[in-house]
């Protein structure tokens, strides 16, 4: 399972954190990775929250991104204005995952991050 990440400039890893644990919890499940669009590959709470979880962060370029909106379920006008993308999160979750994958938990809010869940589809 895959944990697709969304989070503000500066966000915390404290919140990506908060964010993840109520979306595993929702799902009775643990995530084996963090997603986030690649645009964000810089920010410092990232990477913090995936060396704290001893987990890989996969990122993901715009058109794998892009690409995976079609399947989100949750839709942002105010990350579709800043980012171009209206579901960073569940976007996120659903490349990561690939084609035919599935979203099990749409984004949850944690403070300034969001957590959405994907699954591979099963072979």
């Known amino acids: 399972m895959i944990a697709g990440i969304g989070c503000r400039r500066g966000c915390s890893a404290e919140d990506i954190l908060h964010a993840l644990h109520v979306a595993c919890a929702d799902a009775g499940r643990r995530a084996a990775a963090l997603a986030a669009p690649a645009f964000k590959a810089d920010e410092p709470g990232l990477r913090e929250a995936s060396r704290l979880l001893g987990l890989p962060l996969i ?3 715009a058109a794998p991104l892009s690409a995976a909106q ?5 839709r942002s006008p105010r990350a ?8 960073v999160a569940e976007g996120s979750a659903l490349a990561a995952v690939g084609a035919g994958g599935r979203l099990l938990l749409p984004r949850v809010i944690g403070g300034a991050a969001t957590c959405a869940l994907a699954e591979k589809a099963p072979a």
């Open 70 to 74: 079609a399947r989100c379920v949750t």
């Open 59 to 61: 990122l993901v370029d």
């Open 80 to 87: 579709e204005r800043a980012t171009g993308v209206a579901s």
